[in-house]
């Protein structure tokens, strides 16, 4: 079983910064394309960003790009979102895990990303 714990989270204003962090456990044997997505109250949950298991294949949702950056640390089993000028659309509970075409783990508890205007 694989754990995914996401952290990071928090208040902030229109045109702040926040990083989000998750870490994987468990049972994992492999190298996997890892994605953040978020999910925005009454709407379905969306993919952010991916990144390839070497990043060197990177995906960002057109609304995000040239604001998030994406990274992984292999060895810590850890994947990080770097968010910048952060909008009030952004705001959303972020989650990890496996991005296409790989299925997913279980889902962690997430963590809330709220932008205020």
């Known amino acids: 079983q694989v754990q995914l714990v996401e952290s990071g989270g928090g208040l902030a204003q229109a045109g702040g910064s926040l990083r989000l962090s998750c870490a994987a456990s468990?049972?994992?044997?492999?190298?996997?394309?890892m994605g953040w997505y978020r999910q925005a109250p009454g709407k379905e949950r969306e993919l952010v960003a991916s990144?390839?298991?070497?990043?060197?294949?990177?995906y960002y949702q057109d609304s995000v790009k040239g604001r998030f950056s994406i990274s992984r640390d292999n060895a810590k089993k850890t994947v990080d979102l770097q968010m910048n000028s952060l909008k009030p659309e952004d705001t959303a509970v972020y989650y990890c895990?496996?991005?296409?075409?790989?299925?997913?783990?279980?889902w962690g508890q997430g963590t809330q990303v709220t932008v205020s205007s």
């Open positions: 990144i390839s298991s070497t990043s060197r294949t990177i």
């Open positions: 468990g049972s994992i044997s492999g190298a996997y394309t």
């Open positions: 895990n496996r991005a296409p075409p790989y299925g997913k783990w279980p």
